[in-house]
């Protein structure tokens, strides 16, 4: 055999090798996560059923037909702290507005949840899909992504990945894979624990699915 075709083959083999190792490296990183949604019930999470439901394996929240008469959300009955949730999204229909909710609590005896938000949607001409929102306490976004970076990549009524990290004051956002929101919470006094929720906003018709939701605790 020359030395050439010595130096092809043992090239493949490092090849082979370094696509093996990436392979399992990915598989074990997402082995680690464990489902939260197991694509068949409401099994794990509470909320006016009424308003979700479970279609082609998603969490379907809203409806086309009629206007939703106000906030709702869907909570996991588990809390969590810190930890990576990594799960897929749509928003379809002319209300243009919803979000996953974490680190959240229920009002007692109101519809509303308290708590940082990852917002979807389109607010005053803009995209807030991946920004953080904080639902009844602040009332106000704490950190945006790029508008144009977003237009380009977010998929308008299809699926797009969400990524949400809470490690202990940092919270961070990506869409898509684009990074959204690197925020480090100053007031020591909010909660660091709380659930997670499926929001569909109040408001003209729309549809917010939710599917492939999966959990690693850091």
């Known amino acids: ?22 392979t399992a490296f990915a598989a074990d990183r997402e082995g680690s996560f464990r489902p939260l949604f ?29 206007p939703i008469a106000h906030n709702e959300f869907l909570a996991t009955t588990e809390r969590f702290g810190d930890f990576e949730l990594r799960l897929e999204a749509k928003l379809v229909g002319k209300g243009q507005n919803a979000g996953v909710q974490f680190r959240s609590e229920r009002i007692k005896d109101h519809f509303e949840v308290i708590g940082y938000q990852c917002d979807m949607g389109m607010a005053q001409g803009k995209s807030i899909w991946g920004a953080l929102y904080d639902e009844s306490r602040r009332k106000r976004f704490l950190a945006q992504g790029d508008h144009e970076q977003l237009i380009q ?42 659930f997670i929720a499926l929001q569909i906003h109040g408001g003209e018709p729309a549809e917010a699915s939710y599917r492939k939701i999966r959990l690693k605790r850091l």
């Open 153 to 194: 990549k977010v998929k308008s009524d299809d699926w797009n990945e969400l990524v949400i990290r809470c490690q202990g004051p940092r919270i961070q956002i990506w869409v898509n894979g684009i990074a959204t929101v690197d925020y480090t919470e100053a007031d020591n006094k909010i909660p660091r624990t709380g």
């Open 38 to 66: 197991d694509g068949k019930s409401l099994a794990g999470w509470e909320g006016n059923e009424e308003n979700f439901r479970v279609h082609e394996g998603a969490i379907v929240a809203g409806s086309l037909e009629a």
């Open 1 to 22: 055999m020359s030395s050439r075709l010595l130096t092809l083959v043992h090239l493949s083999i490092c090849v082979a090798a370094i696509v093996s190792t990436t």
